[in-house]
T-cell receptor, first 113, second 114 residues
Framework: EAQVTQNPRYLITVTGKKLTVTCSQN?????MSWYRQDPGLGLRQIYY???????DKGDVPEGYKVSRKEKRNFPLILESPSPNQTSLYFC????????????FGNGTRLTVT | DQQVKQNSPSLSVQEGRISILNCDYT??????FLWYKKYPAEGPTFLIS?????DKNEDGRFTVFLNKSAKHLSLHIVPSQPGDSAVYFC?????????????FGSGTQLTVLP
């Protein structure tokens, strides 16, 4: 089944403790991206990747890192999480870029205390 | 400053009637627009899109209209069904150098009443 898989679905952590949210897609998509969803703000792009080893900042990249060492994986890294990074995170992928329909994962609910 | 605005956080419609979801944008460089639908505990799913060279695109019960002069986008759902109850996000894309930048609106919760 074609899908984007995020793990974990739920995560509670403390300020400053490094964490990684994994994202994997099995559709051989070139484009992958991360978003956070906050009430009243919709989906805001954190980082995106057009292909392996090619990543770029979205609208809200501060406090986040990504890597794209393989086509299928696009992990989101929070080196030193803070409470303002408490949010619902989505990973997405598509064939040719954001003009193509994005396939989203089911989300990761992160709480930083 | 939000470049893509969905000014109605929520909308309720009776089953069988038309649902109209609106989206306004400020950046005249946007050249492609999309609508996504999101159910609780799931990721958004693509619904329909439109290029700026068109003013209408239809797919079954869903039609998207684009008014470039007004910088306004709307999604019509006819007839509305209870299963259409979800959050709808509009999104817009423009080219920035070699990159394609995607911006989402804040979403509208549609409730279709049986």
């Amino acid at each position: 089944e074609a899908q984007v898989t995020q793990n974990p679905r739920y995560l509670i952590t403390v300020t400053g403790k490094k964490l990684t949210v994994t994202c994997s897609q099995n559709m051989n998509h070139e484009y992958m991206s991360w978003y956070r969803q906050d009430p009243g703000l919709g989906l805001r792009q954190i980082y995106y990747s057009m292909n392996v080893e090619v990543t770029d900042k979205g609208d809200v990249p501060e406090g986040y890192k990504v890597s794209r060492k393989e086509k299928r994986n696009f992990p989101l890294i929070l080196e030193s999480p803070s409470p303002n990074q408490t949010s619902l995170y989505f990973c997405a992928s598509s064939f040719g870029g954001p003009d193509s329909p994005l396939h989203f994962g089911n989300g990761t609910r992160l709480t930083v205390t | 400053d939000q470049q893509v605005k969905q000014n109605s956080p929520s909308l309720s419609v009776q089953e069988g009637r038309i649902s109209i979801l609106n989206c306004d944008y400020t950046n005249s460089m946007f050249d492609y627009f999309l609508w996504y639908k999101k159910y609780p505990a799931e990721g958004p799913t693509f619904l329909i899109s439109i290029s700026s060279i068109k003013d209408k695109n239809e797919d079954g019960r869903f039609t998207v209209f684009l008014n470039k002069s007004a910088k306004h986008l709307s999604l019509h759902i006819v007839p509305s069904q209870p299963g259409d109850s979800a959050v709808y996000f509009c999104a817009a894309i423009f080219s920035s150098g070699s990159a394609r930048q995607l911006t989402f609106g804040s979403g509208t919760q549609l409730t279709v009443l049986p």
